[in-house]
């Protein structure tokens, strides 16, 4: 009877439990998000933007907003001469090329011109049937010598002027900027502001993205030349530039600074300048390097220093003291001390996690109680 009971209990139970509906499956309970931050991890391609950046200084890819000035810092389509310069050593070079060099090529070229269609003319078969046996003159001999003789002096003072200003070394209280090469893109260090880094690829065109990914705007900056994070250096503060390179040879080349410095895997190259106005400029590599060599931009902003300071602030750097020289020491890559070094000795401790509680056993000596080393001639 009791059984039965049972039976009779445990069928209605289940009649009941057929007719109510099925509740969903709980997710796992997750903590919760703070409003406006994504638990995505940005990316070159793909880039989560901040909802609302407390700082003005970080409304475009962690750099200020700002937008390329018709003509100045990128070529222009069928425009021909130098970009307009914004360094002391970049004027003094464009008025060398356009005031000096351009007319006195020309020159050259019209006078080797008119002496050729006047030989030509003058010493035809027709006016000259009889050819003339002259072998020497002295005097054509001696002007066609020193004249071109002349000319090159006078253009060696300006150009070691030039070619000595560009590889003068930088002040004290300069600001020091690490470019890296690698295949394909450049890398920023700013070793003198608490040696953060900076990454900056090229942005592609919208239909060579995927959906969602970011891609370039005119905002950015022209085609090929827009990077998705730019450098940012102050107004009127000299720079001290140093090159290298991860992989093979780079070049760092900004047409508006008159600036092309390669960077050579295991060499530091160094050059400095001073940029005298504010706005954003674009170059490139300038040396053969692979496959993707058309795809390393540079984008720099020049900002005032205030400016600069903030960012640097806002990026978590910090600002040296006014006027002290340098004294940070610049690894070469792959060297003690680079940040390839670190990056691969904390790939190592996360890997293998943290050492604890390691018995080491102690090292025999042959040198009795003394306890040094055996070197030398210790104990013959």
């Not at 002349?150 to 020091?176: D, E, N, R």
């Not at 995927?210 to 730019?230: Q, S, W």
């Not at 340098?326 to 390839?340: F, L, W």
Request: aromatic share 6%; charged share 15%; net charge positive.
């Amino acid at each position: 009877m009791r059984r039965r009971l049972h039976g009779i209990a445990l069928a209605a139970g289940l009649a009941l439990a057929a007719a109510a509906p099925i509740a969903a499956a709980p997710t796992p309970q997750g903590a919760a998000a703070p409003a406006g931050v994504s638990n995505i991890a940005p990316t070159t391609a793909s880039a989560t933007a901040p909802a609302a950046p407390t700082s003005p200084l970080l409304a475009m890819d962690g750099a200020p907003a700002m937008t390329a000035e018709a003509g100045i810092g990128h070529p222009v389509a069928g425009r021909y001469g130098l970009q307009p310069q914004v360094t002391n050593n970049g004027r003094f070079a464009h008025w060398f090329h356009d005031s000096i060099l351009v007319p006195l090529i020309v020159a050259i070229c019209v006078l080797v011109l008119l002496l050729l269609l006047w030989v030509v003319f003058r010493f035809r078969r027709a006016a000259n049937p009889v050819p003339s046996k002259t072998s020497h003159n002295t005097a054509i001999e001696i002007i066609w010598t020193l004249a071109p003789v002349l000319i090159l002096v006078l253009i060696a003072v300006p150009s070691i002027g030039l070619l000595q200003a560009q590889f003068k070394p930088a002040p004290a209280g300069a600001v020091t900027l690490k470019a890296i090469g690698n295949q394909w893109y450049w890398s920023y260090q700013y070793p003198d502001n608490g040696g953060f880094e900076i990454t900056a690829n090229m942005l592609k065109e919208k239909d060579q993205v995927a959906k969602g990914e970011r891609f370039r705007t005119d905002a950015d900056g022209p085609r090929l030349l827009a990077a998705d994070n730019r450098v940012v250096l102050p107004v009127g503060v000299p720079i001290r530039l140093i090159t290298t390179s991860q992989d093979v040879i780079h070049s760092w080349a900004m047409p508006a600074f008159w600036i092309k410095l390669d960077a050579v895997p295991g060499r530091l190259n160094e050059t400095s300048f001073t940029i005298e106005k504010p706005g954003l400029y674009f170059g490139q590599c300038s040396e053969l390097c692979g496959a993707r060599h058309a795809f390393m931009p540079i984008a720099v902003e020049a900002v005032p220093p205030a400016q600069f300071a903030a960012w640097v602030r806002a990026k978590g750097g910090t600002m040296p003291t006014p006027g002290k020289p340098s004294d940070k020491v610049i690894p070469q890559p792959g060297a003690e001390g680079s940040a390839a070094k670190q990056a691969e000795g904390n790939a190592a401790d996360a890997a293998t996690g943290p050492v604890e509680n390691v018995t080491t056993a102690a090292p025999s000596s042959s040198q009795g109680a003394t306890g040094n080393p055996a070197t030398g001639n210790a104990g013959q």
